[in-house]
């Protein structure tokens, strides 16, 4: 004969999730502390990037023919496009670079996430604006008069890179955040599916249903 069971004894009324430990324990995710410190050193990293950009702008974008008579200075092509080529070649780097630093997140640390997201891209707002104004600092004098002077009349020049469209400093973001999201989605670790409900045991057997009296005769 066995003891009863006690309210203590009884078996939980759900069955137990895979994988989930107990209520307000440590779960399968990287605490808080850790994500904001993940989302810190990608928004650092991404904004130091912003030195490439930089760097490929100067090299890559068309420079601006600007000639002096000795007196003032003007452009060498009136109907030429190299303006709008360099802001077009800084939105092409850019979303290459934006692209580029999205694969690297996603591949390092292999999930996505709203915060991650962010660092993304408030790293590439940072890194489209160093790369706009260290590009500036590193290409042709921004002293139009004063090298128009050591040239001498009549001799092209290049003039100063500038981003005349500032819509620009958002492709780098705008492209990171896309193809990071699209990695998650296409790559990214999924959730786990429920497991079918399996009612609890219960006491015991259920009791035999009663019996049911007998039908009376049918009369004559």
């Known amino acids: 004969m066995t003891a009863p069971l006690t309210p203590h004894d009884q078996p939980p009324p759900f069955p137990p999730y895979p994988g989930g430990g107990p209520v307000g324990g440590k779960g399968d995710g990287p605490s808080v ?9 990608v928004a650092v990293a991404v904004t130091v990037c912003g030195v ?11 420079r601006i023919p600007l000639v002096s008579d000795g007196k003032a200075v ?10 709008i080529g360099s802001d077009g070649m800084f ?14 997140v996603f591949l390092r640390y292999r999930r996505g996430g709203v915060v991650l997201v962010l660092a993304l891209a ?5 890194a489209a604006v160093v790369g706009w104004r260290l590009g500036i600092v590193l290409g042709p004098t921004r002293d139009i008069r004063k090298h128009a002077m050591d040239v001498g009349a009549n ?3 290049d003039g100063p890179l500038k ?11 705008a492209a990171a955040m896309l193809v990071h999201s699209c990695l998650t989605w296409a790559f990214g670790p999924r959730d786990p599916e ?6 609890p045991a219960q006491w015991g057997a259920p009791p035999p249903p009663a019996p049911q009296p007998p039908n009376p005769a049918p009369e004559g």
């Open 33 to 41: 502390a850790v994500e904001l410190r993940r989302a810190a050193l």
């Open 52 to 62: 490439i950009l930089a760097l490929l702008w100067v090299w890559l974008s068309p």
């Open 74 to 83: 003007y452009l060498k092509d009136t109907e030429g496009e190299e303006a």
């Open 91 to 104: 939105v092409l780097i850019s979303l290459v670079l934006g692209a580029l630093t999205a694969v690297g």
């Open 122 to 126: 408030v790293g590439g707002v940072l």
């Open 155 to 157: 001799v092209v020049f």
């Open 163 to 173: 981003l005349r469209a500032k819509s620009a400093l958002i492709a780098w973001p």
């Open 194 to 199: 429920l497991p079918p409900y399996i009612p």
